[in-house]
């Protein structure tokens, strides 16, 4: 159903998950000169140095197993919508060879018989398109559900993985984003990837 096809495109979250996590006192974090593990990016306005990180939130719905597992629901579902509106397009096209050859061959008893499958056929028509755009908005709805259960999953476990405000900020890094580099050490996706992987592990088995 070549009208019917759904924009997974990473269910959307590249450009919408925006994992900007700032510190709870709004003024970064002063750096331990100790500390090598992260760097200082910049000073803020009260002087206090400000840690960065970054997540490739690209990669990491590729390695994340809850997104693999809801995008292939979400594409099982649209296989069977597009089953279902084929299997009932095809009816309505062999309904309607058939009466176009009635027509053709003149075997309708009256005129008023003609008029009202048409009527018949032209309804039949409109609703096999309403049925098409409530597939669409079906599979539009629960994409909309599928990524609001992976923000709402990303966002917790990178708010717990920065309870102690280790960072000033988390940004985003994907092919959207305009983070132009980033130092590898600080690149926090296989971390929170591992973590989120863990805690859904943990959940599925109880």
Same mark, same amino acid.
């Given at each position: ?56 939130? %690209?990669?990491?719905? +590729? $390695?994340? &197993?809850?997104? =693999?597992? /809801?995008?292939? *629901? ?6 069977? !919508? ?44 409109? %609703?096999?398109?309403? +049925? $098409?755009? &409530?597939?669409? =908005?079906? /599979?539009?709805? *629960? ?6 259960? !992976? ?48 805690? +859904? $592990? ?5």
């Amino acid at each position: 159903m070549k009208n019917l096809s759904l924009y997974i495109a990473l269910l959307a979250i590249t450009g919408v998950i925006v994992l900007l996590i700032m510190a709870h006192n709004g003024h970064g974090i002063k750096t331990n000169s100790n500390n090598n593990s992260v760097k200082t990016f910049f000073n803020d306005s009260t002087g206090n140095n400000t840690r960065i990180a970054f997540i490739n939130t %690209d990669s990491l719905l +590729l $390695k994340y &197993n809850l997104y =693999n597992e /809801l995008k292939d *629901k979400l594409l099982s579902h649209q296989k069977e !919508l597009e089953t279902e509106f084929g299997r009932k397009s095809a009816t309505f096209e062999q309904e309607a060879a058939a009466f176009q050859k009635k027509v053709q061959n003149n075997s309708f008893l009256s005129l008023e018989s003609a008029q009202a499958q048409e009527q018949e056929m032209y309804k039949k028509q409109q %609703d096999l398109m309403e +049925l $098409k755009d &409530n597939m669409s =908005n079906q /599979l539009m709805t *629960k994409e909309q559900e599928m990524t609001g259960q !992976l923000f709402d999953s990303i966002s917790l476990i990178v708010k717990e993985f920065n309870a102690d405000k280790k960072f000033g900020y988390i940004i985003n890094n994907n092919m959207s984003s305009t983070l132009l580099y980033g130092d590898e050490n600080y690149d926090l996706t296989d971390t929170i990837a591992s973590i989120l992987n863990s805690r +859904l $592990k943990k959940e599925s088995i109880k």
